[in-house]
């Protein structure tokens, strides 16, 4: 089971990786946007050297053809180094992309999973993740638990090496729920991370204890005893 982190923001990425047990990091345009005019490659490299080389860095393509998708795949890992992660779009030419890429060695992630066909399709054209778009099936009627209790049910079958990655959460059930359902790994906004650990349940329990603890020993803490 693995946590990954759904950003590109430096100081967000810095501060969780102090806190939470991260195995990887994803990025795709819309966080790359949310950063503004950036040095694209720069930036990567930043997070490359702030995650360093033992957590996996996914990065997205654009193009919408094989030639396109490949070149971008190619230019990508050239910059990055071989072991980062593409993510390419589960679409027609998605996938040519996709068998090329991974008969070549590329590691790569489908993403914009939407239906159990979409993953059944990249699992068998050799891909490391299938990214199930969890919050975003939900708005469009579609029963996201099933779809991944159903991708998980066919990898234990099949014995394959690939992994059900969801993504795409509102909310800390989300998250929950995915994993409960046979996700082998999720990636988070750090913000939905923090929502787990900010019950105020969770302060007014450990505030509790410090009074009980404070009235027998009167401020002083077990370093003191």
């Keep these: 089971m693995r946590l990954m982190l759904d950003s590109a923001n430096l100081k967000d990425l810095e501060r969780a990786l102090e806190i939470y047990p991260i195995s ?3 990025t795709n345009p819309q966080q790359i946007q949310g950063e503004g005019c950036i040095d694209f490659f720069g930036h990567l490299k930043s997070i490359r050297s702030l995650i360093g080389d033992d957590r996996s860095l996914h990065v997205q393509v ?4 094989k030639r396109t998708i490949i070149g971008e795949a190619e230019k990508i890992c050239s910059i990055l180094g071989e072991g980062t992660y ?3 779009p589960v679409t027609e030419e998605g996938l040519k992309a996709i068998r090329d890429l991974t008969q070549r060695g590329f590691n790569i992630t489908a993403t914009t999973v939407f239906s159990t066909i979409q993953g059944i399709l990249a699992m068998l054209s050799g891909v490391k993740y299938v990214a199930v778009f ?9 029963d996201a638990p099933r779809v991944i209790r159903e991708l998980a049910n066919m990898l234990w079958t099949n014995t394959s090496n690939t992994q059900v990655l969801a993504a795409s959460f509102k909310n800390v059930t989300e998250i929950t729920t995915s994993y409960a359902s046979g ?3 999720c990636t988070v906004r750090p913000e939905v991370l923090s929502m787990g650990l900010g ?5 007014k329990a450990v505030s509790d204890f410090r009074r009980d603890w404070d009235e027998v020993y009167q401020g002083k ?4 005893l």
């Design 24 to 26: 990887g990091v994803t």
């Design 62 to 65: 654009l193009g919408r053809d």
């Design 86 to 88: 593409i993510s390419v």
């Design 134 to 142: 969890y919050n975003r099936m939900l708005n469009n009627d579609i």
């Design 183 to 185: 996700a082998g790994a």
């Design 199 to 203: 019950m105020p349940s969770i302060q």
């Design 221 to 224: 803490t077990i370093l003191d």
